[in-house]
């Protein structure tokens, strides 16, 4: 007879839907995960106007370009572009060995907001919902090149993940092929659309609001989550309610809304741990100029490294690079702990 199927103690995998991957989760490893201690780290106390920062207002990047006196966010061509636009169309194919192929692109660098001493949540909801918009228009921007096959959006938060710069700020690359996490979830989204009719994320999101296992909040657009399939400890994802397949369709309370998310799920980040926590977080949204994609669900990527402090990081080594992801507490614990924090950032709270 088979036996009940305890995910809270029994080694197990989980189907990431998304990308036809798995994950090993070993609860039993860490039946009391959290041992309720913080570091005190020392507090930053960076000016809200940095003179040799390449982000702030007035101030002069590596290229020589002097930065405008601008008051909310700023975009710029970013001058160590990873994607050139300029590249021309090449392939190289040596007996199916050696393999290569040209890519075009276009990279931008998007101040959050003049002042250097913030980080997202510490914006106001009224600044969260310019970055948004900033968002979308550059999206339709670059949308119009009919060449860019795919533009990711995204932000690297905090030194540990490689953010160059304290300065609020986030990036955008645009490209002329699509990249491998999308060509995973376009596939896995197209094939469940071509047999239920309806979006992947829809279906899941309604099991989610059922189940509220692993649901941190929604808001009347949005629902925040901690994916059943989540490889990082805290690791979570915005999804909108609304099927659509780009953050082109969003409408205006739509995008004020996902300020809304994105403000409520920083803050309950930075709470965590009392710090200022690091993520690397992007949207995924379905490829431009390339027909139709009737199957793509918007939804947003928070991929946390930290675990058990300010301090103390997952590391992807091992087992991990050679075979499978794993965690040790489960999506489940996190979520209830990220759920239970305040949705009031504790500076605010400590001032
Ligand atoms: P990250 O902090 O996520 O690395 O993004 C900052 C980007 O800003 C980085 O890609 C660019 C870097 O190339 N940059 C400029 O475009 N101009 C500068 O003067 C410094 C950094
Ligand atoms: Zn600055």
């Known amino acids: 007879m088979q036996q009940l199927f305890d995910l809270d103690s029994n080694p197990h995998t989980r189907l ?16 009391r995960p959290w041992q309720g201690k913080v570091e005190e780290l020392s507090p930053d106390n960076r000016p809200v106007y940095d003179p040799k920062c390449y982000l702030c207002p007035g101030n002069v990047r590596a290229d020589g370009a002097v930065n405008p006196d601008y008051t909310h966010s700023f975009v ?19 007996e199916d060995l050696l393999v290569a192929s040209a890519e075009k692109g276009l990279c931008k660098v998007i101040s959050f907001s003049p002042k250097h001493n ?20 550059e999206y339709e921007e670059l949308a119009a090149h009919d060449w860019i096959k795919y533009i990711q959006i995204f932000e690297n938060k905090g030194e540990i993940m490689g953010c160059s710069n304290p300065h609020p700020h986030g990036q955008i690359w645009a490209q002329s092929s699509i990249p491998q996490e ?37 808001n009347e657009h949005f629902v925040v989550l901690v994916p059943f399939w989540a490889v990082w400890p805290y690791e979570t994802m915005i999804i909108s309610k609304r099927h659509v397949t780009g953050i082109n369709f969003f409408t205006a309370s739509e995008l004020e809304a996902l300020a809304d998310a994105l403000k409520k799920l920083t803050t ?30 918007w939804h947003m990527h928070f991929y946390p490294p ?24 489960t999506p489940e614990y996190a979520a209830q702990r990220l759920r239970e924090l305040s949705v009031e950032h504790y500076k605010q709270k400590k001032a």
Do not use: C
């Open 306 to 329: 930290l675990l058990r402090s300010a301090t103390v990081k997952k590391f992807m080594v091992g087992y991990e690079l050679l075979a499978n992801a794993q965690r040790d507490i």
């Open 118 to 137: 913030l980080t997202l949540p510490e914006l106001s909801l009224e600044e969260i919902t310019a970055v948004v918009k900033v968002w979308q228009k």
């Open 268 to 297: 309950k980040y930075d709470n965590l741990f009392e710090t200022s926590f690091p993520y690397s977080a992007g949207m995924h949204q379905a490829p431009v100029n390339n027909g139709e994609y009737p199957e793509w669900h």
């Open 76 to 94: 710029f061509k970013n001058d160590f572009a990873a994607l050139l636009e300029d590249t021309p169309e090449n392939k190289l194919n040596e």
């Open 182 to 218: 999308i060509i995973k979830e376009s596939e896995r989204q197209k094939n469940y659309y071509a047999i239920h009719r309806r979006s992947l994320l829809s279906a899941y999101l309604k099991l989610e609001l059922k189940k509220q296992e692993r649901i941190l909040f929604e």
């Open 16 to 31: 990431n839907i998304l990308t036809g991957e798995q994950i090993l989760v070993s609860p039993h490893r860490t039946k």
